[in-house]
């Protein structure tokens, strides 16, 4: 019993792997047979991938940085002159208690101009500060959500004993501002390049739906499934998106790898995403979106040739 | 087998090919659908193996109800009968096995049983001889009765043929005929639509004749014409 099962199952299984086998050699010969179309609709695949691909890598890149950016981001209160040190105690404590606030340390003016002195390096005019410190005490708040720097800060300068609030705020939202723009432009180029790419795709698959007409009527006729009919059709779209995926991602993957040794050369601050950190998204995002348009191409050509 | 109830059948020109048609044909039957072109011979057969589905009215196929059948369905319909056209609709690029072949490979037949399948069939139509020929190296009559092999290497209940010896010279037609008839004979209900009075008036079967869309005559061992 068991052994009967388990040939039905093997001969199931080598029918399936047959049928697999002659549908991709279909597929693979008439890629060949269409060489030019084939080759412009690889291309135009490409194209749109490439810009795709880019987006993601830019995005990646600049998500990075605001990352980064956003998580120096503090806010920096200002307390007013002549409070007593009870006071100053106070409002760190009220400040403390304001919604989003991690945690807050009090900075009195002296230490606050011995860390000025040291991030301007030793000069001259500091000597003369030290009797006549400009500068107030402060409290430096860390955010639980860097995002949330701007409502945070609005609070905290409503406190009573707050002079001024600052906050590293306008980088980040110039950085996010950036990103979202970028992935307009991106998304924008990538909804005509691809639109592009389905129409060149559509037209040399249909090339070969249109040469196996009537092998598609015959099929149809002695009751082949829609799907049995759609397979070689599919196939060829696939290897077409994978062709040109491949291309994209080789050439991506080189123009980031060099630019990335560039960049890290004149600009060794920049937090740039590794290769290991591309690749990923890269891959994934290329690799699918040329599987999406071969297989969307290759069906909308078959579409008007599948009659019932 | 074969049921039509009431049907109509409009194209969206406006031509109406078929008015309130109803037909019953029983397992086993030879029918012939005569009448002049444009009278809805081709569109009851269409009907038949739901390639146009009736726009009033009922159409049954071995009791079910076809006009109503989705569209995942029809692969599984066609499967049970066999159609036959006057263009015979072969693989010119393939042999007259890989012809009949493929009818049972797209269908997903057990690959040990085709050749047996095919070289069965191809006996039945009288062609055993020729399995590797191309279609284009043989006549019209021998690529009928491949067309008619393929039609049949299912084993279907029904065969239906539009026009088979349209395109085909008296011989050939005799050939069609008499292999038709052998297949009617194993039991399989052949519906066959024909302008060739010669056939019809020999052979005396079941002459359902169809005009402007009705059927105006349905006469078991009828004549092609009723001369009035």
């Known amino acids: 019993m068991r052994s009967m099962r388990s040939t039905g199952f093997r001969r199931r299984t080598q029918r399936v792997l047959e049928q697999g086998t002659s549908f991709v050699a279909d597929a693979s010969a008439s890629f060949r047979r269409n060489g030019l179309m084939t080759a412009a609709a690889v291309t135009t695949i490409m194209v749109?991938?490439?810009?795709?691909?880019?987006?993601?890598?830019?995005?990646?890149n600049l998500g990075n940085i605001a990352e980064v950016v956003e998580g120096q981001v503090q806010v920096v209160a200002f307390l007013r002159d002549g409070l007593t040190s009870v006071e100053a105690e106070k409002v760190r404590?009220?400040?403390?208690?304001?919604?989003?606030?991690?945690e807050v340390e009090f900075v009195g003016r002296g230490e606050a101009l011995q860390r000025l002195q040291q991030q301007m390096g030793e000069h001259a005019?500091?000597?003369?500060?030290?009797?006549?410190?400009?500068?107030?005490?402060?409290?430096?708040?860390?955010?639980?959500?860097?995002?949330?720097?701007?409502?945070?800060?609005?609070?905290?300068?409503?406190?009573?004993?707050?002079?001024?609030?600052?906050?590293?705020?306008?980088?980040?939202?110039?950085?996010?501002?950036?990103?979202?723009?970028?992935?307009?432009?991106?998304?924008?180029?990538?909804?005509?390049?691809?639109?592009?790419?389905?129409?060149?795709?559509?037209?040399?698959?249909?090339?070969?739906?249109?040469?196996?007409?009537?092998?598609?009527?015959?099929?149809?006729?002695?009751?082949?499934?829609?799907?049995?009919?759609?397979?070689?059709?599919l196939?060829?779209?696939?290897?077409?998106?994978?062709?040109?995926?491949?291309?994209?991602?080789?050439?991506?993957?080189?123009?980031?790898?060099?630019?990335?040794?560039?960049?890290?050369?004149?600009m060794p601050f920049l937090p740039l995403a590794g290769p290991a950190d591309a690749a990923l998204p890269l891959l994934g995002s290329v690799l699918m979106g040329g599987f999406c348009v071969g297989a969307a191409g290759s069906l909308l050509a078959i579409r008007r040739f599948l009659t019932s | 087998m074969v049921q039509f109830q009431d049907v109509t059948k409009g194209y969206p020109n406006g031509v109406l090919a078929l008015r309130r048609v109803s037909l019953r044909v029983d397992p086993g039957e030879f029918v012939f659908v005569v009448?002049?072109?444009?009278?809805?011979?081709?569109?009851?057969?269409?009907?038949?193996?739901?390639?146009?589905?009736?726009?009033?009215?009922?159409?049954?196929?071995?009791?079910?109800?076809v006009s109503a059948l989705p569209h995942r369905a029809i692969p599984e319909l066609r499967r049970g009968l066999g159609v036959v056209f006057q263009d015979f609709k072969l693989l010119p690029s393939r042999?007259?096995?890989?012809?009949?072949?493929?009818?049972?490979?797209?269908?997903?037949?057990?690959?040990?049983?085709?050749?047996?399948?095919?070289?069965?069939?191809?006996?039945?139509?009288?062609?055993?001889?020729?399995?590797?020929?191309?279609?284009g190296h043989l006549s019209g009559g021998e690529q009928q009765r491949i067309s008619i092999a393929r039609a049949i290497v299912n084993d279907p209940p029904l065969l239906l043929a539009d026009e088979p010896t349209g395109n085909l010279d008296p011989n050939s037609s005799w050939e069609i005929m008499q292999v038709l008839s052998r297949i009617n004979l194993r039991g399989t209900t052949v519906i066959m639509t024909t302008h060739n009075k010669m056939i019809v008036d020999i052979l005396?079967?079941?002459?359902?004749?169809?005009?402007?869309?009705?059927?105006?005559?349905?006469?078991s061992r009828g004549l092609y014409a009723v001369d009035a």
């Open chain 1, 48 to 60: 749109a991938l490439l810009v795709v691909g880019a987006a993601v890598l830019i995005g990646l």
């Open chain 1, 93 to 102: 404590t009220a400040v403390g208690a304001v919604p989003g606030v991690e």
């Open chain 1, 125 to 233: 005019a500091f000597a003369d500060l030290a009797s006549t410190n400009p500068l107030p005490d402060s409290l430096e708040v860390q955010l639980t959500d860097p995002r949330s720097a701007p409502v945070v800060a609005s609070v905290v300068a409503r406190q009573p004993g707050v002079a001024e609030v600052t906050y590293g705020g306008e980088v980040v939202d110039r950085l996010i501002a950036l990103t979202r723009g970028l992935r307009g432009v991106a998304a924008l180029l990538t909804v005509f390049l691809t639109s592009v790419a389905l129409i060149v795709v559509v037209n040399t698959i249909r090339l070969t739906v249109i040469a196996r007409r009537q092998e598609i009527e015959i099929m149809q006729l002695v009751g082949a499934t829609p799907w049995f009919v759609r397979w070689p059709f």
């Open chain 1, 235 to 266: 196939i060829e779209g696939l290897f077409q998106g994978a062709a040109a995926a491949v291309a994209a991602v080789v050439v991506l993957g080189t123009v980031y790898l060099v630019g990335m040794l560039r960049l890290q050369v004149t």
């Open chain 2, 35 to 65: 009448g002049p072109t444009g009278t809805g011979k081709s569109t009851l057969l269409k009907l038949l193996y739901r390639d146009e589905s009736p726009t009033e009215g009922r159409v049954f196929v071995a009791g079910r109800d």
């Open chain 2, 95 to 135: 042999t007259v096995f890989e012809n009949i072949a493929f009818a049972l490979r797209v269908i997903g037949a057990p690959p040990q049983e085709i050749r047996s399948r095919v070289i069965r069939a191809l006996d039945l139509v009288g062609l055993a001889h020729r399995p590797d020929a191309m279609p």
């Open chain 2, 204 to 219: 005396r079967r079941r002459v359902v004749q169809l005009a402007a869309g009705r059927v105006v005559r349905d006469q």
